[in-house]
């Protein structure tokens, strides 16, 4: 089991609990009155999710809760939902209406202000728009947008019309981009021609135009025009968003759409080579993203909620879009770099905008860190009561860096703890109530049976290291991985029948703390991000040059693991590091710069065992430690390491 940061087993912890002051003004003040409801949760869940599924707004109430016949569960069977209207109309219609949904700012510094009635007025005319083009429900729409407020509205007018989303980050490739359009069938692309990062320009359009070189099925791109950049158009096929929209109604009558109706797809890395398409529906989904922001980030009409993710990972999709918007809050959207001009940018936004709860990644914290307190202290963050950290596990060291000088040692840290099957958060403090150790995501959320077993499926005692399970149904869990029942099934019900495996190992405190310590299987972390070790792989042997390659995660101080690649070269191809660098760089134009490997090696041969396994187990304790201590009785050829070995004595 490999741990990325500093492996905990910390009974001895100091524990810092939430201040009386924010406790007394909590849903959960107390570990009370979390146990009490935990246990209701677990007992009863049909109860207590039922009544969680009534703060939304159904056209038709649900027959039953749940239909479970594992591992395919139904929630709300019967019931019938618009979920955009339970994210827009709804506030729209009262007291809401004039009240901010999203303060946005743009990289340059441009801003906007979009109200719930503005919202609902741009959400419902692109809803227009794309049946103007022909979409109906049960399509599917790619969305290649960067954090730009018709992220959201595009997002919203999917959901209304009951065609499912596929966001895909703006860091992915034209490869990665006709894959997901091979996969989902989508007919539709929503994108824009470029996107601000860092002070440029990064182009999008261009990256969908070539995608669409290999795949032709798609009849209509639609085009933001964000960066006023010269961008070249197919006429019967491209439109501007701006062109599209004129004249068009700002009114739209939601219809009622079945709970388990497909919301959206998301791709996530597995261990094969082949991303899987994270299938989510309606009701379940939005009930468990409701829920959960409403306890967990404890949601005050007054809070001005920042998320820092992008749209195209599940935190902006449950986090940004539909748990905040479903809770009628209002929240920050930004679209670019945390360093630009430098690294103060976040916190002149906390300042400006009056931020009170903010949610963000442990490499972003650990990125501040190293940037230096001058840039938080020149700002004012007494606006913050309440901060957040997902995506990998936190190490104290950064834990206790954001408690203290961004929260002013105030703040609880909600450590969240969840995957972009769940759909929600699974594990995490109740900011009022749980006592906090740096490094530990704490307790399950509520109707959450979450649980750490031992290979032969026995749950582990406290100390022991083992896998992560979940034991019942969850309303915001996957329904499938679309088009593919049986992955579904052997990736995650296979380990033990019937409980999900999250793929996660993890142990319990003495106190019955979750500390999670990192993936178990051959998926990597790169900076929150997931990555396969299988498709980067794959990325390299589609190089001409390439005959055989592995790819392994290297523990890395800033994005908790970095890519290590080697590589064996196909005869009539020297060794350079000018093929090495044109190597990382293929990497990056067929999956996305996000996946280009940190180090490269060349190598003749790779650490494989007698029935022709790579070993990766040892390429990875021989980046970490220069080494080979452990076990090598297996290995087909001694001399592969001895080379290795020199390789790495050598910098890439
Ligand atoms: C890791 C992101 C420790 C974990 C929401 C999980 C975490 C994977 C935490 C899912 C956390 C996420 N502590 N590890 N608080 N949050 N992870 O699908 O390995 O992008 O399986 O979802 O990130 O990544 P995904």
Known sequence: MSSKNSTPSHDHDAVIKPSREFSKNSRIPSMAAYKRLYQESIDKPATFWAREAAELDWHKKWTKVLDWKPPFAKWFVGGKLNVCENCVDRHAAGPRRNKAAIIWEGEPGDKQVITYGQLQREV???ANVLENKGVKAGDRVLIYLPMIPEAAYAMLACARIGAAHNVVFGGFAAEAIADRLEDSGATTIITADGGWRRGKVVPLKPVVDLALESYQNVNHVIVVNRCHTDTPMTSDRDSWWHDDIKGVSTRHKARAFDSEQPLFLLYT????????GILHTSGGYLTGTHSSFKYIFDIREQDVYWCTADIGWITGHSYIVYGPLANGATQVMYEGAPNFPDFGRFWKIVEDHGVSIFYTAPTAIRAFIRAGDQFPDAYDLSSLRLLGSVGEPINPQAWNWYHRKIGGGKCP??????????GAIMISPMPGATPCKPGTATHPFFGIDAAILDDSGNECKAGEDGRLVIRKPWPSMLRSIYGDKKRYETTYWSDYPGL????????????????????LDDVLNVSGHRLGTAEIESALVSHPAVAEAAVIGRPDDLKGQAVSAFVILKAGNKESPELRETLRKHVAKVIGAIAKPDDLYFSPGLPKTRSGKIMRRLLKELVATGTISGNVTTLEDFSVIDHLKNQLSRPS
């Open 124 to 126: 419902c005319r692109f």
């Open 269 to 276: 890395s597995g261990s094969t080579g082949k991303p899987k």
């Open 413 to 422: 840290i909600v450590d969240t703890w969840w995957q972009t099957e769940t």
């Open 500 to 519: 999900y495996t999250a793929g996660d190992g993890a142990r319990r405190d003495k106190q019955g703390n979750f500390w999670i310590i990192g993936r």
